[in-house]
T-cell receptor
Framework: RKEVEQDPGPFNVPEGATVAFNCTYS??????FFWYRQDCRKEPKLLMS???SGNEDGRFTAQLNRASQYISLLIRDSKLSDSATYLC???????????????FGRGTSLIVHP | NAGVTQTPKFQVLKTGQSMTLQCAQD?????MSWYRQDPGMGLRLIHY???????DQGEVPNGYNVSRSTTEDFPLRLLSAAPSQTSVYFC??????????????FGPGTRLTVL
């Protein structure tokens, strides 16, 4: 089983739709979680961190379920500009001097059409 | 601030050639890392550094070397290029040394083709 798994999609949705992505992780010692957005042929950029209590930023809501070991991203009222690949990132301590090394999922592709 | 810069943007090499991908950041970040991204594979960590003089291997280190002599620079060296190293390479930096809660800032990437 891969350490961090995402459904690659693509998720093809009309403008205004609500869409949700999940990301499962295998290491129960994982400590921090993020969602990044990557536009075609561009670098990834942080979308939002994921906190235990869940967090919201405008149309975007992120949730963490430690018991089932997954994080989720909900996008409400989808815009054409939301079309991108969404990468989940999970950190756990496995590096030099106890550093946390991020592991990226392969990404979920979202296409929002008119 | 320029953020994270990478040079070159594009490069074509022949099998067996060596080269260095440059990465620099002006945010005084201690944590820097190199990733490669291949279609369908996501981002895979090659090497990382938690400060000047401290580097470690990531998930796919074979065929690559790094060193970190300054906080600002983290070059990635391809020792003898192979077609399997054709990929897009991203450098990233992050504040602090633990990496636990910190955002990673990525450079624009280097698209490398090995013939």
């Amino acid at each position: 089983r891969k350490e961090v798994e995402q459904d690659p999609g693509p998720f093809n949705v009309p403008e205004g739709a609500t869409v949700a992505f999940n990301c499962t992780y295998s290491n129960s010692a994982s400590q921090s979680f993020f969602w990044y957005r990557q536009d075609c042929r561009k670098e990834p950029k942080l979308l939002m961190s994921v906190y235990s209590s869940g967090n919201e930023d405008g149309r975007f809501t992120a949730q963490l379920n430690r018991a089932s070991q997954y994080i989720s991203l909900l996008i409400r009222d989808s815009k054409l500009s939301d079309s991108a690949t969404y990468l989940c990132v999970v950190n756990w301590a496995r590096g030099v001097r106890g550093s946390y090394i991020p592991t990226f999922g392969r990404g979920t592709s979202l296409i929002v059409h008119p | 601030n320029a953020g994270v810069t990478q040079t070159p943007k594009f490069q074509v090499l022949k099998t067996g050639q060596s080269m260095t991908l440059q990465c620099a950041q002006d945010m005084n970040h201690e944590y820097m890392s190199w990733y490669r991204q291949d279609p369908g594979m996501g981002l895979r960590l090659i090497h990382y550094s938690v400060g000047a003089g401290i580097t470690d291997q990531g998930e796919v280190p074979n065929g690559y070397n790094v060193s970190r002599s300054t906080t600002e620079d983290f070059p990635l060296r391809l020792l003898s290029a192979a077609p399997s190293q054709t990929s897009v390479y991203f450098c990233a930096s992050s504040p602090g040394t633990s990496g636990i809660y910190n955002e990673q800032f990525f450079g624009p990437g280097t698209r490398l083709t090995v013939l």
